[in-house]
């Protein structure tokens, strides 16, 4: 049943991730060349996945389109962890003091807005585009990742080993990255795939309102924004990107399900 | 029992009221919202698009076909050396306050829109007034700096409108006019009501009432119209759902001309774009029939100039810069620009700016200009293409009727600025013989498409989407407007 969910959600993400890979040495045709009209062709055997209203391949377009996706996801989820993580170490390590109190509000103050709006913020202020679809985006995953680690590292603090490691003389630093760390990466992979799908789904919204990647940058949120008006008379130039996030979203979130269960120690510990 | 009959009859007069009170009222939707309610000094189309014709009036007015024709003045006389104009105003005209609009009203509506301190967007059009007197409380004389054989048509505009000093400090919420319909309510960001103005000085209203209210978005506006839930769509933006409405027998597709020449403008002080061979470039990279096909569905007509084609002193310059990308990469290069260079196109918010700069981007690609797209919305576009003029390349549809003079502003936000243009331009003003004025209009279509000073692409076309039963509306759009005065129901 868990393998089940790990093995589905691994093959659908390995499949976009090959399409985007696949994207930068082939795609069926060259999405910046318009073919006006030869636009809305339903899916057939030239264009697997029909054209769209400039009569771009829509196949084209969505191996693109996930190149953009996860491009942007990755790096947002990136920032998140290379910001969020230390932060989290640096307050559980010194948990109680002021620095704690710090880190921990300031992420309080984060979480406590809307983390879309304030993304349309950034990206309306400082221009529509990509890169600040990833600032805006990878700036919400730090709180979460510095929460993360600090509640999986406090426990650890009061551990046998870490005593012993302290013991020792090693400073708070060298006892966080060499076994705080290891012991709470699980857990991290688990949200990273978590965030990677939340980021997906961020980046498709903000292009879909038009403050994410611009055109002739393909991204399928802004593939949905251009079919809006075209459903009732080319429903698959709508559909096709839709069901692209969907079945992107779903397949992480099924394997991140699939990573807890099978990267949790305690599960492992019965399986023993 | 008896209780419950009552509340049978009284059911029944509820859901009855609604339909009876349907017969005479109508609702209408247009894109957008106007921000203020003054045409005399905002410049928002969509304060025309409400109040022209229906709460206020001019002295002239355009018609639906877009002749010009008496409205608050029944007829005006000009001296033989041109400079005088007499306006016999109409008797008994009343605003919707009450009170009488006389030639002191005129007079007090033009001195304020050409003080100096008048904010009105189209000042230009009362440039040429040196003098307003009254000679009677139904006549005025209007005397010029020199002839003008367009001062009637001047007059006929949004901006020309006459108002009343007893109504003007409240003008930008309360419009007081003297139209046929009077305004009622505006609840911002929903809807603007007008109802029939009862003394109405000439052919009343067939309506009762009449609802405006704003929808921009495609999708919205789609689904509003089909739902029923207006009764008009005036503007409509999605032109690939038009065929769905033709094909639907409970709606009619009305679709006209508008004055709208939609150009790629160039920004003609900043390089490379300074250089004329590198516009030549750029007007021969674009295919216009792929962006009428592609942003447009098919609606629309291709132009070479910047002059409305279905005007009859329209000179068709199609021929001076068809699609041809070999030539466009060979002026580039003979321009020094063999590689290409990259500039900005920064596109307002309309499907026609939007999608035609996806296709114009990707032609200018074809030829080797690399540009980078940023979608404005109309508030950011003023400020950073029409008034700071930062941008290299941007989409428009300008659509003032006769607005050629534009190109005479060396400001004017593309920044073309050609002494011998001026030079024609400031000849037509003082022209008042038709056949004068046709062959200066001539010259001056051609100066502006031999210099290349924008892309040119094509008119806008407007389309309106209706009930089958409605009747009356304007099918084209000679200015900004939703006359609803001869509109009525069938039935």
Wanted: aromatic share 8%.
């Amino acid at each position: 049943m868990r393998a089940r969910n790990l093995i589905i959600g691994a093959a659908l993400t390995a499949v976009f991730i090959a399409l985007a890979v696949m994207s930068f040495f082939w795609t069926p045709y060259d999405i910046a060349t318009l073919d006006i009209p030869g636009r809305l062709k339903t899916p057939g055997a030239a264009h697997l996945l029909g054209t769209d209203h400039f009569g771009r391949d829509i196949l084209s377009m969505i191996m693109m389109g996930a190149r953009t996706s996860i491009a942007v996801a990755l790096v947002a989820v990136g920032i998140g962890m290379a910001l969020g993580i230390p932060l989290g170490l640096l307050a559980a390590a010194r948990h109680g003091s002021l620095l704690d109190e710090i880190i921990m509000r300031g992420n309080d103050l984060i979480f406590a807005f809307p983390s879309l709006v304030i993304a349309i913020l950034i990206t309306a202020v400082f221009g529509a585009s990509a890169v600040n679809a990833i600032i805006a985006i990878g700036i919400f995953n730090v709180p979460v990742f510095a929460r993360l680690t600090r509640s999986a590292a406090l426990p650890l603090w009061e551990r046998d080993f870490i005593l012993a490691a302290r013991v020792c003389g090693k400073s708070a630093a060298r006892i966080s990255v060499e076994h705080i760390l290891p012991n709470i990466a699980n857990l991290m992979i688990v949200q990273g795939t978590i965030q990677f799908s939340l980021g997906i789904l961020a980046e498709a919204a903000l292009s879909y309102i038009g403050l994410g990647a611009q055109p002739p940058t393909a991204s399928w949120g802004r593939m949905l924004a251009d079919a809006q008006t075209l459903v009732s008379i080319a429903p698959h130039v709508a559909l096709i990107p839709g069901f692209a996030i969907l079945l992107m979203v779903l397949g992480l979130n099924l394997l991140g399900d699939g990573l807890r269960d099978w990267l949790d120690p305690r599960l492992r510990v019965a399986r023993v | 029992m008896h209780h419950f009959k009552r509340i049978i009859a009284a059911t029944a007069i509820i859901l009855c009221a609604p339909a009876a009170m349907a017969q005479d009222s109508i609702t209408v939707a247009i894109q957008l919202e106007p921000p203020n309610l003054d045409p005399t000094s905002g410049a928002a189309q969509a304060i025309d698009s409400v109040l022209y014709a229906n709460v206020f009036e001019g002295l002239t007015r355009f018609a639906a076909d877009g002749a010009i024709v008496p409205a608050l003045a029944e007829r005006w006389a000009v001296s033989d050396d041109g400079l005088t104009y007499l306006f016999m105003l109409h008797d008994g005209v009343t605003f919707h306050d009450g009170t009488p609009m006389d030639a002191e009203d005129v007079k007090f509506s033009l001195d304020r829109a050409r003080a100096d301190d008048s904010t009105n967007a189209q000042k230009g059009l009362f440039a040429g007034i040196s003098n307003v007197t009254v000679v009677d409380p139904l006549t005025v004389q209007i005397t010029l700096d020199q002839p003008d054989g367009m001062f009637p048509f001047n007059m006929a505009w949004g901006d020309a409108v006459i108002v009343a000093p007893e109504s003007i400090d409240n003008i930008a919420s309360t419009p007081i006019g003297t139209g046929p319909f009077a305004f009622a309510d505006w609840v911002q960001g929903d809807r603007i009501e007008l109802v029939r103005n009862a003394d109405y000085w000439g052919n009343p209203a067939a309506l009762g009432s009449a609802t405006f209210r704003f929808i921009s978005d495609p999708t919205a506006a789609f689904a509003a119209v089909m739902a029923e839930d207006v009764d008009a769509f005036v503007g409509f933006p999605a032109p690939e759902n038009l065929p769905q409405f033709q094909a639907d027998p409970r709606f009619q597709v009305l679709i006209g001309n508008t004055e709208g020449e939609t150009i790629l403008a160039m920004n003609n002080q900043r390089p490379p774009f300074d250089n004329r061979l590198v516009r030549q470039a750029v007007a021969h990279a674009i295919d216009r029939q792929a962006i009428i096909d592609g942003a447009m569905f098919g609606l629309g007509t291709p132009i070479g100039t910047h002059f409305a084609p279905h005007h009859p002193d329209y000179l068709d310059m199609l021929g001076n810069s068809p699609h041809n990308p070999e030539k466009a990469r060979a002026l580039l290069a003979e321009a020094g620009f063999a590689d290409g260079f990259t500039t900005t196109l920064k596109l307002p918010p309309p499907s026609y700016a939007r999608r035609g700069g996806e296709i114009i981007a990707s032609q200018l690609r074809a030829v080797g200009i690399q540009t980078e797209i940023t979608n404005l919305e109309w508030a950011q576009w003023i400020e950073e293409v029409f008034t700071n003029k930062d941008f290299g390349l941007s989409i428009v549809s300008h659509t003032e009727p006769m607005d050629i003079g534009i190109y005479a502003n060396p400001d004017y936000y593309f920044q073309y600025d050609n002494p011998s243009f001026q030079a024609v331009m400031t000849q037509l003003n003082a022209t008042t013989d038709e056949g004068g004025r046709s062959a200066l209009l001539k010259a001056a279509q051609r100066i502006i498409a031999d210099d290349y000073v924008n892309g040119y692409l094509f008119e806008l076309a407007v389309a309106t989407v209706a009930k089958a039963d409605i009747r009356g509306l304007w099918v084209n759009q000679p200015t900004a407007a939703v006359d609803l005065t001869a509109v009525r129901r069938a039935n």
